[in-house]
């Protein structure tokens, strides 16, 4: 058996552009998504903290060290410029190893850059 757990979350993500029309996803900085172990095409699942949407979509990288995280298609009615957002990332665990899993959490300052 196996348990959904948190895998990695960048936390206080802050909304950099926001694209309409575009086919769907949330673009994040290729540097961001290795700090969390996030890969390209992943499902997250992302919380508005300014607004309390939530919504499920997949994560496509956008240029290494641009800071970027960007809503893109539908996600832009969910949040805007600015909001800072959760984005989290899970994984199947083997139930019996889920009491001592801990999940990869990047807090994130008000640029995108990783606070110690």
Known sequence: MYSIMLKSKLHFARVTESERDYEGSLA?????????????????????????????TYAIAAARGSRKIGLNGAATHKGTIGDRIIVFAFEWVPTEKAADHHPKVVVLDEANRPKP
Do not use: C, K, Q, T
Request: charged fraction near 35%.
């Open 28 to 56: 994040i900085d290729e540097d961001l998504m290795d700090a969390a172990g996030i890969v390209p095409y992943e499902r997250i699942m992302v919380a508005d903290v300014e607004n309390g949407n939530r919504f499920e």
